[in-house]
């Protein structure tokens, strides 16, 4: 497994004064991006032509949640842009293996994400393609909802089924993460932790993602 990952959503950030809130978490691993289009989620967020903006402008690599009907025509779309890892829902995917291969061939790394009532049984033969597998610890849609700890099986069973080693897919958690919930998260065996709310909401959000940064390596050393 590798280091312990924060990648903070800025979907509670405040989006008249984007480029200065990514500037504000410069000491994250990421910055997670929620693309919704109020088709696969009731909410409506951003699209191709302010994701490509802020590729240009972001000093951390973008990771990019699309909850999006159609992804097999618009994940590629979003690697090519600049988005440097591509998330999309596997409910809402006509192929997902091809979905996996035309992301990679456009350059990014490649995400699958679960909504919490879909189970990863169904989808173990995608596992090998996937450079991360997103498991919603919320329904997708919307920032600050509560966390469900029942979630943590599911993270336990990809760990399971992925291994450890050094090139082991990532495993990616998104929803209720928080000082209060990160670490029973690294124990089941995640290691890339977004958080909306808990950093931006904050007045000292780089502080923040350290300290969910510093909880996770601790946790997962303590399984
Ligand atoms: C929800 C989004 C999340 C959201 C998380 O559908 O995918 O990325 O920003 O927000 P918090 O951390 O506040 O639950
Ligand atoms: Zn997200």
Same mark, same amino acid.
């Given at each position: ?103 990679? $061939?456009?350059?990014?790394? /490649? !995400?699958? *994400? ?10 173990? #033969?995608? &596992? ?61 065996? $995640?290691?890339?932790?977004? /958080? !909306?709310? *808990? ?10 993602? #350290?300290? &969910? ?11």
């Amino acid at each position: 497994m590798v280091a312990m990952q924060i990648s903070p959503s800025i979907l509670s950030a405040d989006f008249a004064n984007l480029q200065a809130q990514i500037e504000a978490v410069s000491n994250a691993d990421w910055v997670h991006v929620d693309v919704m289009d109020n088709h696969f989620v009731p909410n409506l967020t951003i699209g191709v032509p302010v994701v490509e903006s802020l590729a240009k402008i972001s000093p951390l690599p973008l990771d990019c949640h699309l909850m999006i009907d159609n992804p097999d025509l618009w994940a590629p779309k979003y690697a090519e842009i600049g988005a440097n890892s591509v998330t999309f829902h596997v409910e809402a995917a006509a192929n997902p293996a091809m979905c996996i291969k035309d992301i990679k $061939a456009a350059g990014a790394r /490649a !995400g699958m *994400a679960l909504k919490p009532n879909t189970d990863i049984e169904d989808y173990i #033969d995608l &596992l090998p393609q996937l450079d991360m597998l997103l498991v919603m610890t919320v329904e997708p849609g919307f920032g600050g909802q509560a966390f469900m700890a029942d979630m943590m099986p599911k993270v336990r069973r990809v760990r399971e089924l992925v291994g450890d080693g050094p090139n082991a897919v990532w495993i990616q958690v998104d929803g209720g993460v928080s000082a209060d919930t990160i670490e029973q998260c690294a124990q089941a065996g $995640a290691d890339v932790f977004v /958080a !909306g709310s *808990a950093v931006f909401a904050v007045s000292e959000p780089a502080a923040m993602v #350290d300290q &969910l940064r510093s909880l996770a390596v601790t946790a997962c050393a303590h399984p």
